[in-house]
T-cell receptor
Framework: DVKVTQSSRYLVKRTGEKVFLECVQD?????MFWYRQDPGLGLRLIYF???????EKGDIPEGYSVSREKKERFSLILESASTNQTSMYLC??????????????FGPGTRLTVL | DQQVKQNSPSLSVQEGRISILNCDYT??????FLWYKKYPAEGPTFLIS?????DKNEDGRFTVFLNKSAKHLSLHIVPSQPGDSAVYFC????????????FGKGTHLIIQP
């Protein structure tokens, strides 16, 4: 079974703080993704990574950065948290870049509140 | 511009009956479609997928139908069970999903006893 874990289920931070959200997968997947989920907006892609030290912007990268120093770990960084970044953050991973086969598996999510 | 649309925010179905969840898309480059199920305070769970070379894929009680000419897909759940009550997200991708998925806003399915 694929297991994707996220460091915190709930997090409360203050405006202006630097925030790190960690994600680890144990299935040797190449691809990792960060999404945020907001009511009425579905899931939106923030950043993704094909390989170690590689990163690509998703649909809403502004205000975020990422780090992938090891294959199994993908970190989302909020350099200076703002209240509009209050959201549910979901990490996902998938195995290979093969067309038609790349199902993503999600972690349990981190509910971040920025005060 | 919303490329994947789930126009029904919620759907209520009686236990034992068929649940039909609909999804429309606008990007003709999408070639891989997935359905995810999500319970509150949990991450989405993969349910079923379909490649654009097929028009139907079945897995137990779940069947996904794809109509490429109409840019429409649907998820059928037969028979519906109480544990099926959740939010269902339709997702689509270009090139199999390795570049991230585009999600709809979700449909909250409620199974009535």
């Amino acid at each position: 079974d694929v297991k994707v874990t996220q460091s915190s289920r709930y997090l409360v931070k203050r405006t202006g703080e630097k925030v790190f959200l960690e994600c680890v997968q144990d299935m040797d997947h190449e691809n990792m993704f960060w999404y945020r989920q907001d009511p009425g907006l579905g899931l939106r892609l923030i950043y993704f990574s094909y390989d170690v030290k590689m990163k690509e912007k998703g649909d809403i990268p502004e205000g975020y950065s990422v780090s992938r120093e090891k294959k199994e770990r993908f970190s989302l960084i909020l350099e200076s948290a703002s209240t509009n970044q209050t959201s549910m953050y979901l990490c996902a991973s998938s195995l290979l870049r093969l067309a038609g086969t790349d199902t993503q598996y999600f972690g349990p999510g981190t509910r971040l509140t920025v005060l | 511009d919303q490329q994947v649309k789930q126009n029904s925010p919620s759907l209520s179905v009686q236990e034992g009956r068929i649940s039909i969840l609909n999804c429309d898309y606008t990007n003709s480059m999408f070639d891989y479609f997935l359905w995810y199920k999500k319970y509150p305070a949990e991450g989405p769970t993969f349910l079923i997928s379909i490649s654009s070379i097929k028009d139907k894929n079945e897995d137990g009680r779940f069947t996904v139908f794809l109509n490429k000419s109409a840019k429409h897909l649907s998820l059928h759940i037969v028979p519906s069970q109480p544990g099926d009550s959740a939010v269902y997200f339709c997702a689509a991708s270009v090139g199999g999903g390795a570049d991230g998925l585009t999600f709809g806003k979700g449909t909250h399915l409620i199974i009535q006893p």
